[in-house]
T-cell receptor
Framework: DAGVTQSPTHLIKTRGQQVTLRCSPK?????VSWYQQALGQGPQFIFQ???????QRGNFPDRFSGHQFPNYSSELNVNALLLGDSALYLC????????????????FGEGSRLTVL | GESVGLHLPTLSVQEGDNSIINCAYSNSASDYFIWYKQESGKGPQFIID?????DKRQGQRVTVLLNKTVKHLSLQIAATQPGDSAVYFC?????????FGQGTELSVKP
């Protein structure tokens, strides 16, 4: 049973470029959330997708966008990259039913480390 | 604004000793907390959770205590082992959205 998988694991971009990160949720999960983790900080919630729609969003600009596909996998897109976007981007999956009941855990992937030069 | 924070950024303990990691929160309406362990180069891993209708919950070698009066929770690790070395985060689960603190780095000395 595969856990949450993310790709790529590392990537380097320059300011102004665009990046796409990918996530496959844990088998059986239907909800994907994305987090940004700057060095030495706790993860910050970006947004959550369920049924191919953005359901919740954190305090991130519109440069951050996402998508969820019918197979529940998800992409995070960041446009017009800034130096401050350098971070570890984490994907977490869960079941919406568990979420509504306030039970169950979120499973995190190993993350995609983005460096913006 | 509302936040979840930790008292100390680093904690060093001797192997075999007990570890206590503390966390404070500001929102009195918060009702579901989770502790995560993050090893270097990995994603956060669920350790234990607790809801506001409980004061204490125990797992394998770990105990979480919740004091709603002072809005404080703690993670106790018994007989700390080298494999426990990691950054520990407390997080509040708000309807599936996790609000993390900054983390405490636990170092275990042999």
């Amino acid at each position: 049973d595969a856990g949450v998988t993310q790709s790529p694991t590392h990537l380097i971009k320059t300011r102004g470029q665009q990046v796409t990160l990918r996530c496959s949720p844990k088998s059986g999960h239907d909800t994907v959330s994305w987090y940004q983790q700057a060095l030495g900080q706790g993860p910050q919630f970006i947004f959550q997708y369920y049924e191919e729609e953005e359901r919740q969003r954190g305090n991130f600009p519109d440069r951050f966008s996402g998508h969820q596909f019918p197979n529940y996998s998800s992409e995070l897109n960041v446009n017009a990259l800034l130096l401050g976007d350098s971070a570890l981007y984490l994907c977490a999956s869960s079941l919406i039913g568990d979420q509504h009941r306030g039970t169950g855990e979120l499973f995190f992937g190993e993350g995609s480390r983005l460096t913006v030069l | 604004g509302e936040s979840v924070g930790l008292h100390l950024p680093t904690l060093s303990v001797q192997e075999g000793d007990n570890s206590i990691i503390n966390c404070a929160y500001s929102n009195s309406a918060s009702d579901y907390f989770i502790w995560y362990k993050q090893e270097s180069g990995k994603g956060p891993q669920f350790i234990i959770d607790i809801r506001s209708n409980m004061d204490k919950r125990q797992g394998q070698r770990v105990t979480v205590l919740l004091n709603k009066t002072v809005k404080h929770l703690s993670l106790q690790i018994a007989a700390t082992q080298p494999g426990d070395s990691a950054v520990y985060f407390c997080a509040e689960n708000r309807g599936g959205k996790l609000i993390f603190g900054q983390g405490t780095e636990l170092s275990v000395k042999p």
